[in-house]
């Protein structure tokens, strides 16, 4: 309560910290739609994967970086890979399966604007209706 003397016990919440946690500010935080790993993008450039155990305790699975601060990130509806975009302009797809990244979508020169929000999608159809695209929607 404000005012009343400062108390002594530094977690009364009982939070679990995580490890290898971000050296800035967060910016996003999201579950996967399949298991329990959680992903944050930070101000430090980074998003990190952790395993989340049903103790609430957490185990670092992975990690990639952009060039700049990542501000959103976006599970695909499987659970296999994370898009994620950034102040540098970008937005990456990341691979949890080989921990690699690639550029998925360069924002052009004329619309030079960090990606504030994005959502991942798949959509089934063409030629053979079992095929599977992903697709993000990003907000500049």
């Not at 996003?28 to 103790?55: F, H, K």
Request: net charge neutral; glycine share 6%.
């Amino acid at each position: 309560m404000f005012g009343a003397a400062a108390s002594n016990a530094h977690n009364p919440n009982n939070d679990m910290e995580v490890p290898n946690a971000a050296t800035d500010g967060i910016s996003c935080v999201e579950w996967s739609p399949t298991a329990n790993y959680l992903v944050a993008g930070s101000w430090d450039n980074q998003i990190r994967c952790w395993e989340v155990m049903s103790n609430g305790s957490t185990t670092p699975k992975a990690s990639i970086s952009h060039s700049a601060p990542i501000l959103c990130a976006s599970w695909s509806s499987d659970g296999a890979r994370v898009y994620t975009g950034s102040c540098d302009k970008t937005a990456k797809v990341w691979d949890l399966a080989t921990n690699q990244s690639m550029q998925a979508a360069p924002l052009s020169s004329m619309r030079a604007a960090a990606l504030t929000s994005m959502r991942a999608f798949d959509v089934r159809g063409g030629k053979n209706e079992s095929e599977r695209r992903s697709w993000i929607s990003a907000t500049v």
